[in-house]
């Protein structure tokens, strides 16, 4: 994934977080949880920009959608934020589903991470993974799985 | 984003190498290509776990040899250039599950246009048709075990008895479940009648225009 550009979102990039946050529509699961997780971080999100931006490899073309970034006053991305939200909790959601940590999703997420702080090298900031997981008992599974081995940061809302 | 759509299909009586043309049809109607990651998953209480267990493969048939003797594989592909995947696992005695995933904006491109649609409805019914599949079910998130004719059941009760449930759409083969015995929850989800498989589907968003046939 080396090469990364950030396709921004159009209309994305024309609203304020505020107004995203007061589209809050809970229309399909995942979303209120999602919502929930950037008004966590909203002061470091810069604009809408920063919300579902998609992550093109030069060498495949393939996308890769994030949840959010973080970025510092200079636009250096200080996060890749991943939520994960808790399926069994959702609107008509059934209680088997709980919260799934895909290992190839955690993968691409750390090989993004190593783009990134090779493309921004120079600024001297480095970006961190983020998995911001909803609580619940599902919750805690996932941070097992996701602390064995070079874990994130692991955030339970 | 944070949901991923699962597509879960009736477990069959096949064994993983016989999924390999079946699968390979897919994969070609889809112009997905595949990724070499392959990820174990193993049955633990009822529900399948991903191990720490990672190989990579060179080809589909590859994967499915070299997999053999896990309780399940995440096959991942890369389709309209978003990271997807596909689950095959065996949990029933004799029969095999495929299980299909794509993350929500895809889904989403797939779901809102009635074109998209159209066609997302004509690959999962011919995929059914080649796997001998009696449904499928497709909804936010995974139970991470098969779904059953039991779960359809349950969610036609549920439905019917107005629960709310957040499947998209469900697949029947009118042999499995006839119309009659669909009941009537127009208010949720649409009942349509596809043409040539002889099959229902009930979808938690109308179709503008009948199906055109969807045979092949």
């Not at chain 1, 636009?75 to 008509?92: E, L, M, P, R």
């Not at chain 2, 592909?77 to 978003?82: G, T």
């Not at chain 2, 008895?161 to 009659?180: C, H, N, P, Y």
């Amino acid at each position: 994934m080396s090469g990364i550009v950030i396709r921004f979102r159009q209309v994305l990039a024309q609203l304020p977080i505020k107004s995203l946050l007061q589209k809050a529509i809970n229309r399909k699961a995942g979303d209120s949880f999602e919502l929930s997780a950037i008004a966590h971080n909203e002061a470091e999100i810069k604009s809408g920009n920063d919300i579902s931006p998609d992550f093109r490899c030069k060498k495949c073309g393939a996308t890769k959608e994030v949840d959010h970034i973080t970025r510092d006053e200079n636009g250096n991305i200080t996060k890749v934020v991943q939520c994960k939200s808790d399926y069994s909790q959702a609107a008509g959601g059934d209680s088997e589903k709980g919260v799934i940590i895909k290992p190839k999703q955690l993968k691409e997420d750390r090989k993004l991470i190593a783009a990134i702080n090779e493309c921004q090298k120079d600024s001297g900031v480095v970006a961190q993974l983020e998995y911001k997981l909803e609580a619940g008992e599902a919750a805690k599974d996932a941070k097992a799985f996701l602390m064995k081995k070079n874990p994130p940061i692991v955030t339970i809302l | 984003m944070s949901t991923d759509y699962y597509a879960s299909f009736t477990p069959v009586p096949l064994t993983r190498q016989a999924l390999q043309t079946p699968l390979e049809k897919l994969f070609s109607e889809m112009s997905a290509q595949l990724d070499a990651d392959c990820y174990r998953l193993e049955l633990k209480n009822g529900q399948f776990e991903y191990t720490d267990e990672e190989i990579t493969c060179e080809s589909l048939i590859d994967a499915l040899i070299k997999t053999h003797n896990w309780g399940g594989v995440e096959i991942n592909l890369v389709y309209e250039r978003k990271l997807c995947s596909l689950i095959i696992a065996n949990e029933i005695p004799d029969k095999t599950m495929v299980v299909f995933c794509v993350p929500e904006s895809l889904f989403e491109k797939q779901w809102v246009n009635p074109l998209n649609r159209f066609n997302l409805l004509n690959l999962l019914v011919n995929f059914m048709k080649r796997l001998g599949a009696s449904f499928c079910v497709l909804e936010p998130g995974w139970a991470r075990r098969s779904r059953t004719s039991e779960d359809i059941e349950k969610w036609l009760r549920d439905v019917n008895q107005g629960i709310a449930r957040d499947w998209e759409l469900v697949i029947i083969q009118d042999l499995f479940i006839s119309r009659k015995a669909v009941p009537n929850f127009a208010k949720t989800y649409f009942l349509e009648t596809l043409p040539k498989p002889n099959m229902l589907s009930l979808s938690s968003i109308r179709e503008r225009e009948p199906f055109p046939s969807l045979s092949r």
